[in-house]
Protein backbone atom coordinates (compact mmCIF):
# COMPACT_ATOMS: atom_id res chain seq x y z
CA UNK A 1 0.00 0.00 0.00
CA UNK A 2 2.00 3.19 -0.82
CA UNK A 3 2.43 6.10 1.22
CA UNK A 4 -0.26 9.11 0.01
CA UNK A 5 0.07 12.52 0.03
CA UNK A 6 -2.32 13.37 2.87
CA UNK A 7 -1.94 10.21 4.75
CA UNK A 8 0.91 9.80 7.59
CA UNK A 9 3.22 6.99 6.94
CA UNK A 10 2.10 5.04 10.38
CA UNK A 11 -1.48 4.37 8.24
CA UNK A 12 0.03 3.35 4.82
CA UNK A 13 3.07 1.15 5.50
CA UNK A 14 4.04 -1.28 2.50
CA UNK A 15 4.64 -4.13 4.64
CA UNK A 16 1.97 -4.08 7.14
CA UNK A 17 -1.44 -5.86 6.28
CA UNK A 18 -3.64 -3.24 7.74
CA UNK A 19 -7.76 -4.48 8.31
CA UNK A 20 -10.37 -4.33 6.08
CA UNK A 21 -11.95 -1.48 8.01
CA UNK A 22 -8.71 0.58 7.80
CA UNK A 23 -8.45 0.58 3.89
CA UNK A 24 -12.11 1.18 3.67
CA UNK A 25 -11.03 5.11 4.88
CA UNK A 26 -8.23 5.38 2.71
CA UNK A 27 -9.68 6.80 -0.57
CA UNK A 28 -8.35 6.95 -4.34
CA UNK A 29 -8.60 10.84 -3.07
CA UNK A 30 -6.55 11.02 -0.46
CA UNK A 31 -7.91 14.58 0.64
CA UNK A 32 -11.01 12.30 1.89
CA UNK A 33 -9.18 10.33 4.52
CA UNK A 34 -10.86 12.56 6.87
CA UNK A 35 -11.04 10.00 9.92
CA UNK A 36 -7.23 8.90 9.41
CA UNK A 37 -6.23 12.92 9.35
CA UNK A 38 -8.59 13.97 12.06
CA UNK A 39 -9.35 11.24 14.43
CA UNK A 40 -6.62 8.73 14.23
CA UNK A 41 -3.50 11.66 13.63
CA UNK A 42 0.18 11.46 14.49
CA UNK A 43 -0.54 14.52 16.11
CA UNK A 44 -3.26 12.97 18.71
CA UNK A 45 -0.94 9.88 18.50
CA UNK A 46 1.48 11.93 20.11
CA UNK A 47 -0.85 13.92 22.50
CA UNK A 48 -2.23 10.22 24.19
CA UNK A 49 1.58 9.65 24.00
CA UNK A 50 2.55 12.24 26.29
CA UNK A 51 -0.55 11.68 28.52
CA UNK A 52 0.55 8.09 29.36
CA UNK A 53 3.72 9.47 30.41
CA UNK A 54 6.41 9.51 27.65
CA UNK A 55 9.34 11.97 27.20
CA UNK A 56 8.91 14.50 24.42
CA UNK A 57 12.49 12.79 23.57
CA UNK A 58 10.88 8.91 23.51
CA UNK A 59 7.63 10.45 21.45
CA UNK A 60 10.44 11.99 18.95
CA UNK A 61 12.56 8.72 18.75
CA UNK A 62 9.68 6.68 18.40
CA UNK A 63 6.57 8.23 16.54
CA UNK A 64 8.59 7.89 12.88
CA UNK A 65 8.00 4.28 13.45
CA UNK A 66 4.63 4.07 14.45
CA UNK A 67 1.86 1.75 12.76
CA UNK A 68 -1.66 2.94 13.49
CA UNK A 69 -3.91 0.59 11.83
CA UNK A 70 -8.04 1.64 13.09
CA UNK A 71 -10.25 -1.77 13.41
CA UNK A 72 -13.98 -0.84 13.22
CA UNK A 73 -14.30 -1.03 17.19
CA UNK A 74 -10.60 -0.29 18.34
CA UNK A 75 -7.08 1.06 17.01
CA UNK A 76 -3.89 -0.79 16.88
CA UNK A 77 -0.80 0.98 17.38
CA UNK A 78 2.38 -0.21 17.64
CA UNK A 79 6.19 1.04 17.38
CA UNK A 80 8.73 -1.54 17.39
CA UNK A 81 11.51 -1.20 20.25
CA UNK A 82 14.33 -1.44 18.02
CA UNK A 83 15.41 0.37 15.17
CA UNK A 84 18.55 0.36 12.53
CA UNK A 85 19.98 3.82 12.27
CA UNK A 86 22.87 4.50 10.43
CA UNK A 87 23.53 0.75 10.34
CA UNK A 88 23.52 -0.13 13.98
CA UNK A 89 20.66 -1.26 15.80
CA UNK A 90 19.18 1.30 18.64
CA UNK A 91 17.12 0.49 21.40
CA UNK A 92 14.27 2.84 21.56
CA UNK A 93 10.79 2.63 23.96
CA UNK A 94 8.50 0.79 22.35
CA UNK A 95 4.31 -0.14 22.55
CA UNK A 96 1.96 -2.23 20.94
CA UNK A 97 -1.40 -2.59 22.28
CA UNK A 98 -5.04 -2.32 21.35
CA UNK A 99 -6.70 1.36 21.93
CA UNK A 100 -10.01 2.37 22.36
CA UNK A 101 -11.67 4.94 19.99
CA UNK A 102 -13.24 6.79 23.01
CA UNK A 103 -9.49 7.52 23.98
CA UNK A 104 -8.92 9.00 20.37
CA UNK A 105 -12.08 11.07 20.57
CA UNK A 106 -11.09 12.48 24.12
CA UNK A 107 -7.95 13.40 22.92
CA UNK A 108 -9.40 15.46 20.06
CA UNK A 109 -11.72 17.04 22.42
CA UNK A 110 -8.88 18.13 24.72
CA UNK A 111 -6.79 19.49 22.22
CA UNK A 112 -9.62 21.55 20.47
CA UNK A 113 -10.32 22.84 23.74
CA UNK A 114 -6.44 23.85 24.55
CA UNK A 115 -6.76 25.65 21.51
CA UNK A 116 -9.81 27.61 21.53
CA UNK A 117 -9.09 31.57 22.19
CA UNK A 118 -12.55 33.31 22.80
CA UNK A 119 -10.49 36.45 22.34
CA UNK A 120 -10.36 36.01 18.42
CA UNK A 121 -14.06 36.04 18.56
CA UNK A 122 -16.29 39.22 17.02
CA UNK A 123 -20.10 39.66 17.38
CA UNK A 124 -22.09 38.93 14.60
CA UNK A 125 -24.94 40.51 12.57
CA UNK A 126 -27.30 38.40 14.67
CA UNK A 127 -27.50 37.81 18.33
CA UNK A 128 -27.04 33.92 17.63
CA UNK A 129 -23.88 34.82 15.44
CA UNK A 130 -20.29 34.96 16.20
CA UNK A 131 -17.09 35.62 13.71
CA UNK A 132 -13.68 34.38 14.18
CA UNK A 133 -10.47 35.27 12.78
CA UNK A 134 -8.40 32.50 11.86
CA UNK A 135 -4.44 31.92 11.74
CA UNK A 136 -4.39 32.85 8.02
CA UNK A 137 -6.33 36.50 8.50
CA UNK A 138 -9.66 34.27 7.23
CA UNK A 139 -12.85 34.65 8.97
CA UNK A 140 -15.17 32.46 9.75
CA UNK A 141 -18.93 32.22 10.44
CA UNK A 142 -20.22 30.07 13.88
CA UNK A 143 -23.75 30.02 13.89
CA UNK A 144 -25.30 29.11 17.51
CA UNK A 145 -27.81 26.77 17.69
CA UNK A 146 -29.68 25.41 20.48
CA UNK A 147 -28.44 22.36 20.67
CA UNK A 148 -24.85 22.77 18.83
CA UNK A 149 -22.65 25.18 17.21
CA UNK A 150 -21.62 25.02 13.90
CA UNK A 151 -18.67 26.73 11.83
CA UNK A 152 -17.56 27.24 8.11
CA UNK A 153 -13.99 26.39 8.78
CA UNK A 154 -12.28 23.94 6.81
CA UNK A 155 -11.22 21.85 10.22
CA UNK A 156 -14.84 21.94 11.42
CA UNK A 157 -15.88 20.35 7.71
CA UNK A 158 -13.32 17.92 8.02
CA UNK A 159 -13.89 16.51 11.71
CA UNK A 160 -17.25 16.54 10.78
CA UNK A 161 -16.87 14.59 7.84
CA UNK A 162 -14.65 12.24 9.69
CA UNK A 163 -17.55 11.50 12.52
CA UNK A 164 -19.32 10.29 9.48
CA UNK A 165 -16.95 7.85 8.37
CA UNK A 166 -16.66 6.23 11.60
CA UNK A 167 -20.14 5.28 13.68
CA UNK A 168 -18.14 3.65 16.69
CA UNK A 169 -16.41 6.74 17.12
CA UNK A 170 -19.39 8.97 16.58
CA UNK A 171 -21.09 6.26 18.99
CA UNK A 172 -18.28 7.83 21.84
CA UNK A 173 -18.60 11.30 20.87
CA UNK A 174 -22.65 10.93 21.55
CA UNK A 175 -21.64 9.57 24.95
CA UNK A 176 -19.11 11.93 26.15
CA UNK A 177 -20.00 13.78 29.43
CA UNK A 178 -18.69 17.36 27.87
CA UNK A 179 -19.81 17.49 24.51
CA UNK A 180 -22.92 14.90 24.01
CA UNK A 181 -22.32 14.75 20.47
CA UNK A 182 -20.83 18.40 19.19
CA UNK A 183 -18.50 18.25 16.54
CA UNK A 184 -15.15 19.50 18.99
CA UNK A 185 -13.63 22.38 16.83
CA UNK A 186 -11.29 24.83 18.32
CA UNK A 187 -13.19 27.59 17.18
CA UNK A 188 -16.26 25.89 18.17
CA UNK A 189 -14.93 26.18 21.85
CA UNK A 190 -13.95 28.90 21.43
CA UNK A 191 -17.86 29.80 21.59
CA UNK A 192 -18.12 28.05 24.78
CA UNK A 193 -15.96 29.75 26.57
CA UNK A 194 -16.62 33.51 25.67
CA UNK A 195 -20.60 32.52 26.59
CA UNK A 196 -18.56 30.88 30.18
CA UNK A 197 -20.03 27.10 29.40
CA UNK A 198 -17.81 24.14 30.23
CA UNK A 199 -20.10 21.36 28.56
CA UNK A 200 -22.67 21.46 26.09
CA UNK A 201 -25.74 21.36 28.99
CA UNK A 202 -24.09 24.59 29.90
CA UNK A 203 -23.67 26.02 26.60
CA UNK A 204 -27.65 25.52 25.96
CA UNK A 205 -28.22 26.94 29.11
CA UNK A 206 -26.34 30.07 27.79
CA UNK A 207 -27.89 30.33 24.77
CA UNK A 208 -31.66 30.38 26.29
CA UNK A 209 -30.06 33.12 27.96
CA UNK A 210 -28.66 35.02 25.07
CA UNK A 211 -31.65 34.51 23.12
CA UNK A 212 -34.36 35.50 25.81
CA UNK A 213 -31.91 39.18 26.18
CA UNK A 214 -32.22 39.47 22.30
CA UNK A 215 -36.31 38.82 22.31
CA UNK A 216 -36.32 41.35 25.20
CA UNK A 217 -34.13 44.17 23.66
CA UNK A 218 -35.38 43.62 20.30
CA UNK A 219 -39.67 43.71 21.78
CA UNK A 220 -37.80 47.19 23.61
CA UNK A 221 -36.54 48.83 20.20
CA UNK A 222 -40.22 47.73 18.49
CA UNK A 223 -42.17 49.11 21.22
CA UNK A 224 -40.00 52.10 21.40
CA UNK A 225 -40.05 52.57 17.06
CA UNK A 226 -43.64 51.39 16.61
CA UNK A 227 -44.75 53.50 13.95
CA UNK A 228 -48.21 52.14 13.98
CA UNK A 229 -48.01 52.60 18.37
CA UNK A 230 -47.24 56.09 17.16
CA UNK A 231 -49.76 57.19 15.26
CA UNK A 232 -52.20 55.13 17.95
CA UNK A 233 -50.46 57.65 20.23
CA UNK A 234 -51.23 60.95 18.57
CA UNK A 235 -54.58 60.15 17.66
CA UNK A 236 -55.79 59.62 21.04
CA UNK A 237 -53.55 62.89 22.24
CA UNK A 238 -55.75 65.30 19.35
CA UNK A 239 -59.04 66.72 20.15
CA UNK A 240 -61.97 65.10 19.15
CA UNK A 241 -63.97 66.82 16.30
CA UNK A 242 -67.13 68.49 17.58
CA UNK A 243 -70.20 67.11 16.51
CA UNK A 244 -73.12 69.01 14.63
CA UNK A 245 -75.61 70.09 16.31
CA UNK A 246 -79.07 69.07 14.50
Request: charged share 25%; proline share 3%.
Amino acid sequence: MPAQKFSAIAHTRSNYNYSVFHQSLLHENNGDDYALRHLYSLENTKAMLSKWGWTADEIKAGIDYATIDVYKSVVYFHICNKIIKRGQTIKIRGISRFISKADYVGILIERCWAKADPYKLEPGSEWDELIAKGNTGDFYELKLHRYEVTCTCHAYSGIEKAFTQDAVATKHLMLHDTVKGQIPDKHIFAVWKYLGAQTLQQYEYCWMERKEAAMKEQDKCSWQYDPDSEALASHRASPEPELLDW
